[in-house]
């Protein structure tokens, strides 16, 4: 048994790890002297250029969106491209109209700026719930990436995520952002060389002449639909929702020196994405031309690489497989260590001194990195379900406060710390009825749609009924209005004469939040505090 695991390509991928281990351990704990305070510890002292924002959120977005359009890819073609279009158009809704009100505002967290309007109780509510679910996204991806260095080396699947997570501890522990900042200049590095192997591999076998063939022989490979209009339709919805929650990114960006410079650097971000999108759908499809029949495109492409890449190689793009895990994982652990030490446990403390903070939060660093071990052995053999299920605990908590605390001034801490509850309770249930599946959801309606609706409706309800006797209502905005209302109407129409139609799709529940989305926006534009009473 020993024999199996401990093979050639085993031995060059974990001899580049075992250097490349401490080489970021180095860095996270030489970023320990510019992380001295809690703005350079959690805000790397809002001194981060262009570039070095440009690899943090592509080390963040870029590295995950690779895996996920390999592995799509290899069964549906070019349409998997679609996902990181998605992705990148989320980054730059951020960057054109977030980035500014959020840098100004100095945002570290998302529960952070729920709990400074909402209060004590709303924070430690909203950066409990946040903190639970990033373990869950590092583990997803850290299983999903798992699954591919088991091919390469023979190591389980255990054994791969409870050394990422062990890695992703020792050096954010130390610097923080910075060390964050620093580790992902490499991650990305990494990731190129990784490009430059894979794009090697696929000039021996199949060579440009036998991708092409392929794709004439398979037209439907070049197909811009081949994977389902609904979940392109899906995709996009779930980015574009997630702008105003997306926390690890948020966290990055508003490192920056000005607003300027942050926005510039994702943008550059967005070029480089471009690298990772082109490459994942060219692997993914050199793979199922060597390997077609295999279910997964993360085992079947590392097994196209050791046919015809000598192991050093293989191991060099393993270690850029690995890069790409830590990138979006330490982000993601950062990030809910942030919101489980400042806006938690710092809140529970009597103590408001900001170095009480930094240790609350290594000492969160400590409790997620158990944390994403459990989730990891817990439900192994589904690691996307775990991006699922944190989507669904997360944004069916914070989404309708998030918008409040940003633009509507009616919504009261009642109303906030009811619609946390609820949604967070609703989308768990909604998951229950369906038998916690990853694909076939009760009544064909997603738990995302249910959270998230039943967290706008609490919301507005009771923040109405709380200050009944203190609302105006106006009409300043009315083109922007009607607009909305012939949304709704068109929507609504929509719904009602095709609602079988949508429920086959599984599409039913994004138009009905779609609905009651709209009608949120409608009442924030015509609605105020009436200051003369």
Not at 117 to 130: P, R
Not at 237 to 242: G, S, V
Not at 423 to 434: A, E, K, P, R, T
Not at 446 to 458: E, Q, R, T
Request: charged content about 10%.
């Amino acid at each position: 048994m020993l024999g199996e695991t401990i093979n050639q390509y085993a031995v060059w991928f974990l001899g580049m790890a075992l250097v490349y281990t401490l080489l970021l351990i180095v860095i996270g704990r030489k970023a320990k002297k510019l992380a001295q305070d809690d703005v350079g510890y959690f805000s790397g002292n809002r001194n981060f250029g262009a570039w070095h924002v440009a690899v943090c959120i592509t080390g963040l977005f870029s590295g995950s969106s690779f895996v996920a359009i390999l592995e799509l890819s290899y069964n549906y073609g070019l349409s998997a491209i679609w996902y990181g279009i998605a992705e990148s158009l989320h980054v730059f809704i951020i960057a054109f109209f977030l980035l500014s009100s959020f840098r100004e505002k100095l945002v570290v967290t998302i529960s952070g700026l729920i709990g400074k309007k909402y209060g004590e109780l709303a924070s430690i509510i909203s950066g409990l719930i946040t903190a639970i679910t990033f373990p869950m996204w590092s583990t997803a991806t850290a299983l999903a990436f798992a699954s591919a260095l088991h091919v390469f080396t023979g190591l389980s699947l255990h054994l791969s995520v409870i050394f990422t997570a062990l890695l992703l501890f020792l050096y954010l522990r130390s610097g923080g952002m910075w060390a964050l900042g620093y580790t992902q200049i490499l991650n990305v590095i990494v990731s190129f060389i990784m490009f430059g192997v894979g794009f090697y591999a696929l000039l021996i076998e199949p060579g440009l002449d036998g991708l092409a063939n392929f794709v004439t022989t398979h037209p439907e490979y070049l197909s811009p639909d081949s994977i389902g209009l609904q979940k392109i339709i899906v995709w996009f919805a779930t980015f574009i929702i997630n702008t105003f929650l997306a926390q690890a990114c948020f966290q990055m960006a508003t490192a920056c020196k000005t607003v300027e410079e942050g926005r510039k650097g994702l943008y550059i971000a967005l070029i480089l994405d471009i690298f990772f999108m082109i490459f994942g759908v060219l692997f993914g499809m050199a793979a199922v031309i060597k390997f077609p029949y295999l279910d997964k495109g993360l085992v079947a492409f590392p097994l196209y690489l050791k046919s015809v890449l000598p192991p050093p190689l293989v191991g060099i793009f393993g270690l850029g497989i690995w890069a790409c895990a830590l990138g979006w994982g330490a982000p993601c652990q950062f990030s809910g260590a942030t919101s489980l030490g400042k806006d938690v446990l710092g809140k529970l403390s009597s103590n408001d001194d900001n170095m009480t903070d930094i240790r609350y939060t290594k000492i969160s660093l400590l409790v997620l990195t158990l944390l994403m071990i459990c989730y990891s052995l817990l439900r192994s053999e589904a690691s996307a379900w775990w991006n699922v299920f944190a989507w669904v605990v997360r944004n069916s908590a914070t989404f309708s406060p998030v918008i409040a605390a940003l633009f509507w001034p009616v919504a009261t801490k009642r109303g906030v710390i009811y619609a946390m509850i609820t949604g967070f309770l609703s989308g768990i249930m909604w998951n229950y009825l369906g038998g916690w599946d990853i694909i076939h959801f009760y009544l064909n309606i997603h738990p995302i749609w249910i959270g998230m609706s039943v967290n706008i409706i609490f919301l507005v309800c009771i923040s109405l009924w709380d200050n009944f006797s203190n609302i105006k209502f106006k009409l300043k905005k009315k083109k922007t209005i009607l607009l909305f209302i012939l949304g709704f109407v068109g929507l609504l129409t929509l719904g009602v004469n095709h609602w079988y139609m949508l429920y086959i799709k599984g599409l039913l529940g994004l138009v009905s939040f779609s609905l009651i989305f709209i009608s949120f926006i409608l009442v924030i534009l015509t609605t105020e505090i009436n200051l003369k009473v």
